[in-house]
């Protein structure tokens, strides 16, 4: 028997425990074609909230009473496949449960030597992607333009902000903590940041860009994302990731109206997923890990403990309770 994460009823606001269920259920068996994976890490993401909802997205929604699933890392304790043998570490989009029977076609193997295995849900995985595209795609720094990243603290944010400064750019990170500043400042290399719980946003920013912005990589939206538009400049760019801020709002999230500033400006914005850059994946993995092994990318993870407490992991991350990656940790790898 193994434990497994159902959604049960749709949250409206913020999800509550009252929105899942453990379940007990059967391991199951692999067919031809499929291995039978033991769950060692589960990424736990914002934009698994928008799939809880069901309306139209780039992505379907959770079914109700279906196990949820993001991506997990897992050993191979069954295999009915050439492609893969007993103890293989791999990675795939798999439920949230302790053991899940996969088509060998939904995971690939990953390299444990090249780095720890959870990178490969960060830094190495969807979200190093993430940033690498959203900012290279679509912000196109520029060496000593400035750059601006909201939820500069968390999975994306963080790879953001190192990047661009490889790229030579001003990086100014905005964050909800003293710890996560000074993380950006002295840990990442952030030129300046910003806590947004404690200071002016506004104020703030004016101080920190004497410049204003070339690239502000957009992971909040509300009021933070309000505070950038007078600052922009001529032929802005802003890669518009997620907006956390409204993901559990219960009403239409309102604000000032964006379409003056990017006229003025010429200023270009852009909404994108990673699901947009499938083709380019080999290209953007390659780049990050040459990176981090020559040791211009560190990477942060909150490591949560226990398979029962996914829910408490997913949770915090709308409380700011993330440094980098959030991940939970189901069992170790043998």
């Known amino acids: 028997m193994q434990k497994q994460i159902k959604l049960v009823k749709r949250p409206v606001g913020t999800p509550t425990y009252d929105n899942f269920e453990f379940v007990d259920t059967h391991i199951g068996e692999p ?3 499929e291995v039978l994976i033991r769950t060692n890490y589960i990424s736990v993401d914002p934009y698994l909230r928008g799939r809880m909802n069901d309306a139209k997205s780039y992505i ?7 196990v949820i699933s993001s991506g997990v890392i ?3 304790v069954e295999s ?10 791999v990675t795939g989009p798999l439920g949230w449960q302790e053991y899940s029977v996969a ?4 995971i690939r193997k990953i390299d444990a030597d090249l780095a720890p295995a959870t990178a490969y849900l960060s830094v190495l995985g969807m ?7 959203g900012l290279l795609d679509i912000g196109q720094p520029k060496d000593g333009e400035t750059v601006v990243v909201s939820g500069a603290a968390g999975a994306v944010g963080s790879i953001v902000g190192q990047i ?13 903590s003293d710890e996560k500043t000074a993380y950006l400042i002295n840990e990442l290399g952030f030129d300046a940041a910003i806590n947004y719980k404690t200071q002016d946003v506004r104020t703030a920013l004016s101080e920190a860009c004497p410049k204003g912005i070339d690239v502000y990589f957009e992971n909040v939206g509300g009021e933070i994302g309000d505070a950038i538009l007078p600052l922009l400049n001529k032929f802005a760019r802003i890669p518009v990731c997620g907006a956390i801020s409204s993901y559990n709002n219960e009403e239409v999230d309102l604000g000032p109206r964006v379409q003056g500033y990017l006229i003025k400006t010429s200023s270009l914005m852009r909404g994108f997923t990673v699901g947009d850059y499938t083709q380019r994946f080999k290209e953007g993995s390659q780049a990050l ?3 981090l092994q020559d040791g211009k990318l560190q990477y942060e993870e909150t490591i949560t403990d226990g398979f029962d407490h996914t829910i408490d992991a997913f949770l915090d991350l709308f409380k700011g309770g993330n440094l980098g990656k959030a991940i939970v940790k189901v069992s170790d790898i043998e």
């Open 164 to 176: 661009a400064k490889i790229k030579g750019a001003y990086v100014v990170g905005i964050a909800g």
């Open 31 to 33: 067919d031809e074609g």
């Open 289 to 291: 890990a040459g990176w």
């Open 74 to 76: 897992g050993q191979v």
């Open 127 to 133: 979200t190093g992607l993430t940033a690498y595209f």
């Open 80 to 89: 009915k496949s050439s492609k893969f043998q007993k103890n293989d570490i």
């Open 60 to 66: 379907p929604p959770f079914e109700l009473n279906s």
């Open 103 to 106: 088509k060998d076609s939904s």
